[in-house]
């Protein structure tokens, strides 16, 4: 049941503010109310593994169990990278043109089934039913983006230094690909790892994360019935450490495109040293939302609302500092109260739902942390703070002000529902105290002053900078960071070079 500490009126959700099409009516989705059915076995050479070994996988609404999924051995993840590397010549020698239309059709198909996977999304990651789906159209996009590009990975012709000589460049998919996925996105960052891949002409050993991996095998019956040939995109499931080691250590697998925390990501490049491995990490982040005295104030409040709050906080792009400047903040402070106190936070599957649960009682239990350590530092608590009368998974939304840079929650990254307001004076300290950290992903700017715009644009150590708006992540544009956020582009016309290698070719032509 949905509940707030305020009005029960129909709020719209988070995703209306989304830049993504809302394409179905909602009336279609009444025909539809069944989940996509949860397939608990790992998929491997395009069958469908069991292991005596298990994992629980829970509802973090309910804590119900969902369904078990198979807790793979070190062997079976080498049986894997054996169906990837056999597949790999096969599927690297079709035409851009036949890989696409198989890329196509999955698109097809996923849109087809959009609502049954927007439920069974919600029900493994606690994600709003809305947002759910909207997560589903973020998928798709990169699928047929990445169809698109298959067919304009064109190389180079060089004008030749020798006489007698052609100069060229070919690109060449890099091999086999082993790619890790988090929770946050269960849909979403397995379209983003795959789809260039297999646009390129890569095969893939794809480990989900345990807590949400139905989505990622719904997307492995949906690939195998668009007719992807077996063995090209494998499903691992299990234990996350041996699985990484396999997929690291093995020398068949070229790539290891991993989105999750930084710290795992380190241990993948220390293991990925011995058999030199190309990576791409997309890492935490610890994003900065700076609103200067000249912002655009209703903006700055509903933008910050959004990007803040999405996903309950749990984005890796997810201001976790919000800079004021002193002479706004008493009217900003005011004016995002009101509005966090209207979110709605409830049962994920209800229509008007705005904030789930978190992930699980790890997530909570940080974020309760982080909330009462910046309390005892001095931060002043506006609203929520505790966890939410629902119990189980679910936290307030939370507000607070006399924040400083140097509290424990300002230096990692929240994941949870807590805006966080610094107040800051002069631009120069402020950029300062923005880039004080080692993450570099996202950072957000609300200003009318071009020139500022362009001067903390150029200066802020992030891999990507939005101005006026809370949304920086769209498939027509690289995302990824810098520093400890990791290396790697995602997306946009850069993404498929992540999987594709340069050949040099020099041709004499003239008589020997
Ligand atoms: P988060 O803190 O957001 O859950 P993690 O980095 O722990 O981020 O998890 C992201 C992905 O990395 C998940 O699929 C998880 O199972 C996987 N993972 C976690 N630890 C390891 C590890 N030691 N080796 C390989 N993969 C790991």
């Known amino acids: 049941?949905?509940?707030?500490?305020?009005?029960?009126?129909?709020?719209?959700?988070?995703?209306?503010?989304?830049?993504?099409?809302?394409?179905?009516?909602?009336?279609?989705?009444?025909?539809?109310?069944?989940p996509f059915k949860r397939i608990e076995h790992a998929f491997i050479n395009g069958q469908w593994i069991n292991s005596k070994n298990s994992l629980e996988v829970l509802n973090p609404a309910t804590g119900e169990c969902?369904?078990?999924i198979p807790d793979l051995s070190s062997l079976d993840i080498t049986q894997a990278i054996d169906a990837a590397e056999q597949a790999f010549h096969l599927w690297a020698s079709t035409t851009p043109l036949a890989r696409a239309n198989i890329l196509l059709r999955w698109e097809t198909l996923?849109?087809?089934?959009?609502?049954?996977?927007?439920?069974?999304?919600?029900?493994?990651?606690?994600?709003p039913i809305a947002e759910a789906r909207a997560e589903i159209d973020y998928g798709v996009s990169f699928i047929r983006w990445f169809a698109e590009e298959a067919r304009r990975i064109n190389g180079e012709v060089i004008p030749s230094e020798a006489p007698d000589k052609c100069a060229m460049v070919l690109k060449q998919p890099i091999g086999v690909v082993g790619a890790i996925t988090p929770w946050n996105f269960p849909h979403a960052m397995i379209t983003r790892k795959c789809a260039p891949a297999l646009a390129a002409g890569c095969t893939l050993v794809l480990k989900p994360s345990e807590l949400t991996p139905f989505s990622a095998l719904a997307l492995a019956q949906l690939a195998l019935?668009?007719?992807?040939?077996?063995?090209?995109?494998?499903?691992?499931?299990?234990?996350?450490?041996?699985?990484?080691?396999?997929?690291?250590?093995d020398t068949r697998v070229k790539k290891i495109s991993f989105t999750g925390s930084t710290q795992v990501g380190k241990w993948l490049m220390a293991q990925s040293a011995s058999t030199l491995k190309r990576?791409?990490?997309?890492?935490?982040?610890?994003?900065?939302?700076?609103?200067?005295?000249?912002?655009?104030?209703?903006?700055?409040?509903?933008?910050t609302l959004r990007a803040k709050f999405r996903n309950n906080g749990q984005t890796c792009v997810c201001p976790n500092r919000i800079f004021v400047h002193q002479s706004i903040l008493p009217i900003f402070t005011e004016k995002l109260l009101t509005r966090i106190k209207t979110l709605l936070v409830g049962n994920p599957l209800e229509e008007n739902t705005q904030l789930g649960p978190l992930i699980n009682e790890k997530a909570v239990e940080k974020v309760e942390r982080l909330v009462q350590d910046a309390i005892a530092q001095g931060a002043h608590c506006l609203a929520g703070g505790k966890r939410h009368a629902?119990?189980?998974?679910?936290?307030?939304?939370?507000?607070?002000?006399?924040?400083?840079?140097?509290?424990?929650?300002?230096?990692e990254e929240i994941f949870g529902p807590v805006a966080t307001l610094i107040s800051f004076t002069a631009d120069e300290k402020v950029l300062t105290s923005a880039n004080s950290t080692p993450a570099g992903l996202a950072a957000y700017l609300f200003t009318e002053n071009p020139a500022r715009i362009w001067h903390m644009t150029e200066n802020l150590e992030y891999g990507m900078v939005a101005t006026?708006?809370?949304?920086v992540s769209s498939v027509a544009m690289p995302f990824g960071g810098v520093k400890f956020s990791g290396f790697g582009r995602e997306g946009s016309s850069h993404g498929i070079e992540e999987y594709l290698y340069l050949k040099s070719f020099s041709w004499k032509i003239k008589s020997y």
């Open 66 to 68: 969902l369904g078990k």
């Open 1 to 34: 049941m949905a509940c707030s500490g305020s009005s029960q009126k129909r709020i719209p959700p988070l995703y209306l503010f989304f830049e993504l099409q809302f394409t179905l009516l909602q009336s279609e989705y009444l025909f539809m109310a069944q």
């Open 225 to 249: 019935e668009a007719g992807l040939p077996k063995g090209v995109l494998n499903i691992v499931t299990g234990t996350a450490e041996p699985i990484g080691k396999v997929l690291c250590e």
């Open 110 to 127: 996923i849109l087809e089934n959009k609502e049954a996977l927007a439920q069974l999304l919600s029900m493994e990651g606690g994600k």
């Open 279 to 303: 990576l791409s990490l997309e890492l935490g982040g610890n994003a900065p939302l700076i609103i200067f005295e000249d912002a655009h104030l209703d903006n700055a409040v509903e933008e």
């Open 468 to 471: 006026n708006t809370g949304m």
């Open 390 to 411: 629902l119990n189980g998974n679910y936290f307030e939304p939370t507000l607070l002000t006399h924040a400083h840079p140097s509290m424990r929650i300002c230096q």
